[in-house]
């Protein structure tokens, strides 16, 4: 394995102990750290692949003077073991937060239409945009976080965006950004000083502005389907049992 992906490692774990010891934030009991593998493994996987090949990053996995490697490209157990561990971690810390920011509330259909409306302009924009461009960053964000929050309407609960744009609550949202950039930072900082990954879109933008960018905005698309795959598969609570009303 190599030493910066360790590194970084140790870094989220670091993150997961300090939010742990934050005011209003949810205990892990010992059988749901099963659950959290599980999901990290299943979605790193995923985010690799689909992310990959939209060329929005790539890996370091030889150094930071190495030409970076598509995620497919990683050697096998090298990628599985940066999902179980890297991703594994990340659901571990929004774990902690992702009761707080998802309510068991009805929504209404229109929810469901404009939702369904965004995944569908986000697949186009994802089927017209380039490789390793910000359109297709954009595009991608927009299919992970609107799919999410539909998945949530049709099971009778409602996620942060709806709740922010119904006006029934503005503090999921809030919460989820602001853990969001928290996060993100830690994490970009992290691999600033030990590389292990590099973005790939606007290479008309610096490098610092992308990853401000990535901080801002990007982690809001990682932590948000965290939240909702936290909620269906592994929460304790009433919300994360799956009801196909």
Known sequence: MPVNLFIIACCQAAIWAIVRLLPNTSRIQRYQWLKIAGIGTVFGILMDLLLGIAGLFAYLSEGAQAKPVE?????????????????????????????????????SKFWLFALGILVTLGTLGIFLSSPASLPMMISCGMVIVAGGEFLLVINNQSGPLVLLFSNVSYLPFLKLWAFSILLGAGYEIANLYFPFWVWLPGSNISEINIRVLVIFLGYVALCHPIAVLWNFFGSKTKNSRLRWE
């Open 71 to 107: 995620p497919k490209d990683l050697p096998l157990f090298l990628f599985f073991i940066n999902a179980f561990l890297s991703y594994g971690l990340a659901v571990a810390t929004t774990a902690l937060i992702a009761d707080s920011i998802i309510e068991r509330r009805k929504s």
